[in-house]
């Protein structure tokens, strides 16, 4: 594992710091230490990244499913983060089934959000299609395998 990389992620995220991170090779993320609950639910975060944007998963893994309980998107410049999304779930009955699509799906729609606000801020006419292929694509780069 690339022990710089994991630096980078506990330097940037603060949400980490102090918690135990592994690089799951088969998987291209990173995962923090779990807890578990009284009620045995095992709570824990994955994160994955890219040059440009990291995704932290809020998860849970219960008796049938692993469940996402919130994703937060960082837009990141190098050297630190900053969110850029953030939704939660979670709670009896208000919580999704994680599955990796489903994962993905959010993540741009989230980031699509954020950047039609940006263009609106600064004035722009981007088209929703413009918009939704730069999420997809920025979404997909934290998918690609930073390690080798």
């Known amino acids: 594992m690339n022990t710089q990389l994991s630096t980078i992620v506990r330097d940037s995220l603060p949400l980490v710091s102090g ?17 578990t609950s009284a009620a045995g639910n095992t709570y824990h975060n994955a994160i994955r990244l890219s040059k440009r944007l990291i995704v932290y998963y809020d998860l849970g893994i219960g008796y049938y499913y692993t469940f996402l309980n919130g994703i937060t998107l960082y837009g990141f410049d190098g050297k630190k983060a900053r969110i850029v999304a953030k939704e939660n779930w979670g709670g009896c009955g208000n919580w ?17 959000k954020f950047l039609q606000g940006e263009a609106k801020k ?17 979404v997909s780069e934290t998918y690609r395998k930073m390690i080798a």
């Open 19 to 35: 918690k135990g991170l592994t690089y799951l090779e088969d998987r291209n993320m990173f995962v923090t230490d779990g807890y």
């Open 96 to 112: 999704i089934v994680f599955t990796e699509e489903t994962a993905k799906k959010k993540c741009i729609v989230m980031l699509k």
């Open 122 to 138: 600064a004035g722009a006419i981007v088209s929703e299609s413009e918009l939704g292929r730069m999420a997809d694509e920025l």
